[in-house]
Each structure stands twice: as structure tokens, then as C-alpha cells.
């Protein structure tokens, strides 16, 4: 199912920018916090591979 998968990495490339803004919103308003900036690396390493096997 083509158009799904292509619905879904749009979902996640959002979710990946949307959670750039939270946790940077966060780190500016209370500070760094390293679990958050690791798991919005992990989100967008998972929409690389997303984008990359979707293109193959």
C-alpha cells in the first residue's frame, strides 16, 4: 500500500519536526534535559530509515 506508507512517513517526518520545537522550547525554558534530545535523535533516525526504505 503505497499511499500509506507515504501517509505515514509525512506523519512521522511532522512528528520529528514537532518534537525539534518541544524540546527545544523545553531546553530554553527550563533547561537541557539529555533523555529529551536523545529521543527526538532516535525519532529521527527512525523517519531517516522511514524515508530511506520508502524511496528503495
Not at 524540546?23 to 522511514?50: D, E, H, K, P, R
Amino acid at each position: 500500500m503505497p499511499g500509506s506508507t507515504d501517509g505515514s512517513t509525512k506523519t512521522m517526518g511532522a512528528l520529528t519536526i514537532g518534537g525539534l520545537v518541544a524540546v527545544t522550547a523545553y531546553t530554553v525554558a527550563l533547561g537541557s534535559n539529555g533523555w529529551l534530545w536523545f529521543g527526538w535523535v532516535v525519532l529521527g533516525l527512525i523517519t531517516v530509515g522511514m524515508v530511506a526504505t520508502r524511496s528503495t
